[in-house]
């Protein structure tokens, strides 16, 4: 009984039981210290590359202009580009490799970049305290992250250039003119007169729609990508034009609806147009912008030659659809100006003014005729958003989504 009691009373070896369990819990310290920190700086530089490759993706795409394969092909090979610009820990610093495979397409005008650390990809993340604690695992740790990115129309911006040209309709008797059709109640929303549908107006009352002039912002204005490249008149210096030469005046800013003050007249209007000092007010379809006084002819010329001149030997690639040769990331040749609803037309006001239907983009070229004219263009810029890319797509914003 003796014995018995001064064993459990001996308190020999009772330190490297602490010890022991010490040592496990300092391992377990260890691990959390530094392993889930390793793993944790991967998901972090991960992400990082993630959300810079998606968004270069998304930015690719919506300035490729082409068809659908041609435009997910460009955003993938950005995509894989700018994410191995970035780097995450392996078992040092090491870029993020991504393949095709990676970079998906969820939706409309949506991507999709998944970045990784795996071992089946060759590429985990080397741990030091892990098979430590359980023999049967390796020093290899996995960690992916993903990132997603959309393509958001704008319909309305400021900036814009004081010009401001008809936008595109079914000009039936090509005289320039608005003629007016039988007008009649869409009822399917097809943009076409379907037999049964009520007629409003029925001009030569003969009981049918006869199709004349026809105007909607998508099905005849200018969209893109399909105008892509298309050249554009804003603006005849000569009016003697034999078409509707009056569609083209200069126009002021800012709206007459905004109820903000404006002073009409050639030095405001030229500043416009050579963009050192930004038009301030946002401009969005359903404006209505009042005409400069006179043709503008001189200010016209000389703001174009000092806006030409800030990048002289950028052109336009037919072959691409881009700008080469520029001397800047975006060459300041490329504007914003707004189009106007063919269907209203001019208005007498006063004072006399038209009514914004959308803004296009355009990159200014020469023209040995004198006129202002600019080849159609996609570009990312600020402004009202427009969710159902009613307003001609020409302009967008790129956002992350998840």
Known sequence: MRSLKKILKDEKGASVIMVAGAIVMIFGFAVLAIDLSLMQLAKTQLQNAADAAVLAGAFAYANEGGSQAENEAAATAEAIRVAGLNVAVQDIDRPVVISAEDVTFPGSETIRVTTHRKIDRGDPVTLYFLKVLDPLLDNQGEVTASAAAKIFCISGTDCLRPFCPPDRWD????????????????????????????????????????????????????????????????????????????????????????????????????????????????????????????????????????????????????????????????????????????????????????????????????????????????????????????????????????
């Open 171 to 402: 000009d039936v008797d090509s005289n320039g003119i608005w003629t007016p059709d039988d007008e009649y109640e869409d009822v399917n929303a097809s943009g076409a007169w379907d037999p049964g549908e009520p007629l409003i107006e029925d001009w030569n009352e003969n009981g049918v729609w006869d199709p004349a002039e026809f105007y909607d912002p998508l099905l005849t204005g200018y969209k893109a990508p399909d105008d892509i490249g298309v050249l554009v008149t804003l603006k005849f210096l000569n009016s003697n034009k034999d078409f509707q030469a009056g569609w083209y005046y200069p126009v002021r800013f800012p709206p007459i609806n905004s109820g903000e003050p404006w002073n009409p007249g050639a030095a405001d209007y030229e500043m416009w147009i050579v963009g050192d000092t930004c038009e301030p007010y946002i401009i969005a379809p359903g404006d209505s912008l009042a005409f400069e006084p006179g043709g503008m002819i001189g200010p016209t010329v000389h703001g174009l030659a000092t806006l030409i001149a800030k990048d002289p030997y950028a052109k336009w690639d037919a072959n691409t659809g881009t700008v080469i040769d520029s001397d800047f990331p975006t060459s300041p040749r490329i504007i914003k100006v707004a189009a106007f609803d063919p269907s209203i037309g001019v208005q007498d006001g006063p004072p006399r003014h038209v009514v914004v239907s959308k803004i296009i983009v355009v990159f200014v070229d020469y023209h040995d005729k004198g006129d202002v004219v600019g080849y159609f263009m996609r570009m990312a810029t600020e402004g009202e958003p427009d969710p159902d890319c009613s307003a001609g797509g020409f302009m967008y914003t790129v956002s992350l989504v998840e």
